[in-house]
């Protein structure tokens, strides 16, 4: 089975947020549903996601990085997930956040076609992070990932804290997924690339815009066992004389 993205949405909040909340809507079943979530503070305290609620589904934490930045503020990016049965709508996804935030970022959505039961690629490298949390600007990309399973979705995120930044700006051959931004010097955007082919020390890359103060996840998404049906043998007798 193919994979395919189904369904994605964004949203952002500046202030005092405590979470942050969008409604996705799907039009398949089946779906790994994941949510990207940032945010950034006004001291060196770090703000986690204490949780995900949202569709009756169970969500797991799969990815995460923290930091303080060039500001001395702190910073957090985090990949959750969930199976989806049944398609969404309007959904809210809500992440609860450990503490309050000035600013938080979400983005929220499905992917069909999936290995249901173990949805991302078991390679140790299929999960990796990459940060430039200081003043001077860089182009985002992590470097690094591997996969085992050649038919993948490769996803990346960013989330920053610093200015310079552009949502739309996905890497070669990949495709803008979604961002959002409520201010100048807070945001999130995510990108994603079908491939049918396992990876080896791949760099994701992000677009050619240098910016400060980012946190960069990337991981990949394995499609659901297929191929031909196994062959029975066939036993031939012949009688010689």
């Known amino acids: 089975m193919a994979l395919t993205l189904d369904g994605h949405a964004a949203a ?20 790994i549903i994941c949510a990207y979530i940032g945010n950034n503070t006004g001291s060196s305290s770090i703000v986690t996601v204490a949780s995900v609620v949202g569709g009756g589904l169970t969500w797991t ?3 995460f990085f923290s930091g303080v930045n060039g500001y001395g ?29 000035t600013d938080a970022q979400i983005i929220a959505f499905g992917v069909n076609g999936a290995n249901l039961s173990t949805p991302f690629d078991v390679n140790a490298s299929a999960s990796i992070h990459n940060s430039n949390l200081t003043l001077s600007g860089s182009v985002c990309s992590v470097p690094g990932l591997a996969t085992t399973n050649p038919d993948t979705m490769l996803i990346s995120a960013w989330g920053s804290g610093g200015t310079g930044f552009l949502l739309n700006d996905p890497g070669a051959g990949f495709t803008f997924l979604d961002g959002h931004s409520a201010q100048a010097y807070a945001g999130a955007a995510a990108e994603y690339d079908i491939v049918s082919a396992a990876q080896s020390a791949f760099t994701v ?3 050619a815009t240098t910016f400060t103060n980012w946190i960069a996840l990337a991981d990949a998404i394995q499609a659901a066992s297929g191929g031909a049906p196994a062959r029975t043998p066939t036993l031939t007798l012949m009688a010689v004389g």
């Open 12 to 31: 952002s909040t500046t202030g005092t947020p405590s979470s942050q909340a969008v409604a996705l809507t799907t039009a398949l079943g089946n779906d």
């Open 61 to 63: 934490k799969k990815n």
């Open 73 to 101: 503020y702190g910073q957090d990016l985090e990949l959750w997930w969930a199976l989806a049965t049944n398609p969404l709508s309007a959904v809210t996804i809500t992440a609860n956040l450990s503490a309050a935030a």
């Open 205 to 207: 890359p992000w677009g």
